[in-house]
């Protein structure tokens, strides 16, 4: 009789050939698994550094300190988040951001030195901490954009940098680029991979089987 219980003689590829077929093709695994995150990282910087980029420019979360008038409680270079504030318990003391009266478009961050009362109206005297003397203007209520939540340190040169061409040919377009180039590299390690698997799958066995 002949009997084979357990036995894989005859059939498929010999253990010891698959296993140094595996050895060999261990560097292109690990080559392909560092591509992969290489891959994933850059695609992961770009979308976010774009989609920081367009909240930005519609949204305008973040205002940027051009000035150096409140010096050192805010830095140029420094971005800040408004938060909103009801103008009738604004003090004095209080930091507030407002439209700029000699500027349109544009936004002053001033502390608040005196408050002034006329009937409904309420106007603010504002100066910067490192003027020497008070703002010229009166703020009414109405200019009164919030107060600021949050200061983030140099963020808003970042911000200025990355709306730059320069700064978003490097840090969105070229890290795009690379992903793009990773993935096509990634494309060609499955080839060979799989190519040289073939290969080896196909180194004929050995038959012999006991009778």
Sequence with gaps: MLRMEGSTRGQGVP??????????HEPYRVARGLFRFAAMFLIAIAMGLALLL???RIFTPFNV????????????????????????EIKVGDVIVFLDPEKTGYYVIHRVIGIEEG???RFFLTKGDKNPVADDW????????????????????????LSSP??????IA????????????LSIFDRVDRARTARAMAVPGTSNPHM
Excluded at 15 to 24: D, K, P, Q, T
Excluded at 138 to 161: H, N, Q
């Design 15 to 24: 253990i010891f050939h698959l296993g140094v077929a595996m050895e060999r």
């Design 166 to 171: 320069k700064g978003y040919l490097s840090l």
């Design 54 to 56: 367009i909240a930005q």
């Design 174 to 185: 070229v890290p795009g680029v690379l992903s793009l180039l990773l993935v096509f590299l």
């Design 119 to 121: 009937g409904p109206a």
């Design 65 to 88: 300190v051009a000035s150096g008038s409140m010096s050192p409680q805010y830095e140029v270079g420094d971005a800040v988040v408004l938060k909103d504030i009801k103008t009738d």
């Design 138 to 161: 009166k703020i009414a209520a109405g200019e009164v954009a919030g107060g600021v939540a949050m200061r983030l340190p140099r963020f808003g040169s970042f911000l200025d940098f």
